[in-house]
């Protein structure tokens, strides 16, 4: 719930544009995921974080601990990267995932 | 490559019986595997976390009794839904953290309609 504040909860792009989604974080958290969920309900891996920056193609992701948040950069948006986005953080102590709520992103032409 | 498979992909059962989920972690040895619903407002909840050698915690609203998991070794984890009711509908996904890398990979996902 209020652990992970994801933001925006719904993003409207058209194709080759750059947008950014947002986690803030209420708890100490040691790593983040990235997810994009597809209409069937599968959700592919994005990036794995440790505090710091990947890169993969067109998207890049940031987690700073000491701020407390995580960031998703879509660069040059394509149509294939419509479907719902869940970062989720894992706390100290080594718990299970907590979600954020998603953005879900339509990509236009 | 890391997959995990889960089982039935759909379901449908009748309000009051039991229905049965399975999980199977292919390509990496699972460190834990965790449950969560997600609801068709896309929320998760977290149902419980099971790690080899350690008991099973469930979070708050749920319970081994409504909720039994089994997770016989490192690949494989299932879950019943005893005495299903409407509000048990929703996608049930699986979660295997990779004992190597620590990434948490997911399975498609049970969808459970109940009727």
């Known amino acids: 719930g209020d652990q992970v504040k994801q933001s925006p909860s719904a993003l409207s792009l058209q194709e080759g544009t750059n947008s950014a989604l947002r986690c803030n974080f209420s708890?100490?958290?040691?790593?983040v995921q990235w997810f994009l969920q597809n209409p069937r309900g599968s959700l592919m891996n994005l990036f794995y974080?440790?505090?710091g920056t990947k890169e993969n193609g067109r998207l890049k992701s940031t987690f700073n601990s000491k701020e407390s948040y995580s960031t998703l950069h879509i660069r040059d948006a394509q149509l294939e990267d419509s479907g719902t986005y869940f970062c989720?953080?894992?706390?100290?102590?080594?718990?299970?995932?907590?979600f954020g709520t998603g953005t879900t992103v339509s990509v236009s032409p | 490559g890391a997959l995990v498979y889960q089982y039935p992909r759909r379901t449908i059962c009748k309000s009051g019986t039991s229905m049965r989920m399975e999980c199977q972690a292919v390509g990496f040895q699972a460190t834990s595997v965790a449950w969560y619903r997600q609801s068709p407002q896309k929320t998760f909840e977290l149902i419980a976390l099971s790690t080899v050698n350690s008991a099973i915690k469930y979070e708050q609203n749920f319970t081994q009794e409504k909720f039994p998991i089994s997770h016989p070794n490192l690949s494989f984890s299932s879950m019943t839904v005893l005495n299903a009711y409407l509000e048990d509908r929703g996608l049930y996904l699986c979660g295997a953290r990779d004992l190597d890398s620590y990434e948490q990979y997911f399975g498609p996902g049970t969808r459970l309609t109940v009727l």
């Open positions: 974080l440790v505090p």
């Open positions: 989720a953080a894992e706390a100290q102590g080594g718990r299970a995932l907590i």
């Open positions: 708890i100490a958290t040691t790593t």
